[in-house]
């Protein structure tokens, strides 16, 4: 049976998703890092597996960090105004205009609909100003503004790829639904020249549209003026009658249900999110480590907090088992392994701290020798690089419950080094 599933399902499925980040009782969402091992080829990293056990995920993942909803925004694809370009036109009966350039953002950081690009011409004059009128440039480009792109989304959600998109309460407002803003000529006819009795006609199931021919010297109708666009139009045809001519023929395009401007998370087709997580340094009291890297990162939903046992609400989580050492000989190295002198267990070292006490974070997965195997306090462990020893005072579980919650989201990159005194912005687009 034939089917199809919509592109408003698709946007649906998006706002659903942003909303549920906005009440008490809706998704903790995490964003995660992990994977301080090196790839076997540090160039090219693996795609992702979707394994049906999250336990292997959570071997390798160091720390998370909670996604709120202002780190979450609808994105579309990032359109420049570029002069000499010709941009598409809003046009309803484009059926992929998802995927047409009919949106441009200005040196401004305002964004404009293209709502007539004067018969696939380029576009030479940009849009500029907030007008909540429908303006036309001197290249004959006829716009709308819809919003502009405000610094703090500037700084977040602007991408090489992709732009937030806002509403703007000013704008949806002031739209009208089912008017007519444009008409395209799709023949000229020919013989007008008895302007007297030229008559326009629109018949349609809106209301007051009032429509005039723009007529050459030549008597050919080369284009219409748009007196009054009208209301409540969802169909409408043309006629030209009268003036002693015949052939000419256009076709009227009208504005979404609501208006240009009313819906624009529906009206650019919004049906991608972007989460931009900020990882600020060692934040969360050192949840996120500054002396490693990573290469791996995800979204997981509802993981439990190790103290409570209960889903997590803070703002990071800890996912290393935490060794704190005395009577230490020599220097631990970042990547290397330990080894327990009296219980054989090994880690990786995620991070490692100095003087006459610290605390080391580390890592175990079932590659390793006893990856599963417990340190034991009072054991002295070595490094396997660095041939450093300290004796284990005290061990402290993740502040996390590994393996709880659902792993929605991964992506495998290059190694991401990071430093005390970095920040990072991490972009993840999901397309519902």
Not at 58 to 77: G, N, P, Q
Not at 136 to 150: A, C, F, P, Q, R
Not at 257 to 264: M, P, T, V
Request: aromatic share 10%; charged share 20%; with cysteine.
């Amino acid at each position: 049976m034939p089917k199809l599933v919509t592109k408003a399902f698709n946007i649906y499925n998006a706002k659903q998703f942003i909303n549920s980040l906005n009440t008490t009782v809706g998704k903790n969402l995490y964003l995660f890092i992990a994977r301080a091992r090196p790839w076997s080829d540090e160039n090219s990293p693996p795609a992702p597996v979707n394994y049906n056990d999250d336990s292997i995920i959570w071997e390798d993942i160091i720390a998370l960090k909670k996604i709120t909803s202002v780190d979450v925004k609808h994105v579309v694809r990032r359109i420049e105004w570029v002069p000499g370009s010709v941009y598409d036109e809003y046009d309803d009966t484009n059926l992929e205009l998802y995927d047409a350039n009919y949106y441009v953002r200005n040196s401004e950081n305002n964004v404009y609909k293209c709502i007539s690009n004067n018969y696939d011409s380029t576009s030479t004059q940009e849009p500029t100003g907030k007008s909540l009128n429908y303006f036309t440039t001197s290249d004959n480009y006829k716009w709308k503004y819809l919003y502009t792109i405000e610094d703090s989304d500037e700084l977040r959600f602007v991408t090489r790829d992709y732009m937030p998109v806002n509403t703007n309460e000013n704008v949806s407002s002031v739209a009208n639904k089912g008017t007519i803003e444009n008409v395209k000529v799709l023949t000229l006819g020919s013989n007008y020249s008895n302007l007297a009795n030229l008559t326009v006609s629109v018949v349609g199931d809106g209301a007051n549209a009032n429509i005039t021919p723009v007529v050459s010297s030549s008597n050919t109708i080369i284009g219409y003026t748009i007196v009054n666009p009208g209301i409540n139009y969802t169909y409408a045809n043309l006629y030209v009658t009268g003036g002693g001519g015949s052939g000419a023929n256009a076709r009227i395009i009208i504005s979404p249900a609501g208006g240009h401007g009313k819906n624009i998370i529906d009206e650019m087709y919004a049906y991608k999110v972007m989460i931009n997580s900020r990882l600020d340094f060692a934040e969360g009291g050192g949840d996120f480590p500054i002396t490693n890297d990573y290469r791996t990162i995800g979204i997981i939903e509802s993981p439990i907090f190790r103290n409570t046992n209960q889903e997590a609400t803070v703002i990071t989580l800890d996912s290393t088992t935490t060794i704190n050492v005395n009577s230490i000989s020599g220097t631990f190295s970042v990547d290397e392994y330990i080894i327990g002198a009296n219980s054989k267990a090994n880690a990786m070292i995620i991070s490692a701290g100095n003087g006459a006490n610290f605390n080391i974070k580390i890592k175990q997965n079932r590659n390793l020798s006893n990856g599963w195997v417990s340190f034991n306090v009072g054991e002295n462990i070595t490094g396997t690089s660095s041939a450093a020893v300290a004796n284990i005072v005290s061990i402290s579980n993740s502040e996390v419950l590994p393996n709880t919650g659902k792993v929605m989201y991964m992506e495998n990159r290059k190694k991401i080094s990071r430093a005390a005194d970095q920040s990072e912005n991490i972009h993840i687009v999901i397309e519902f």
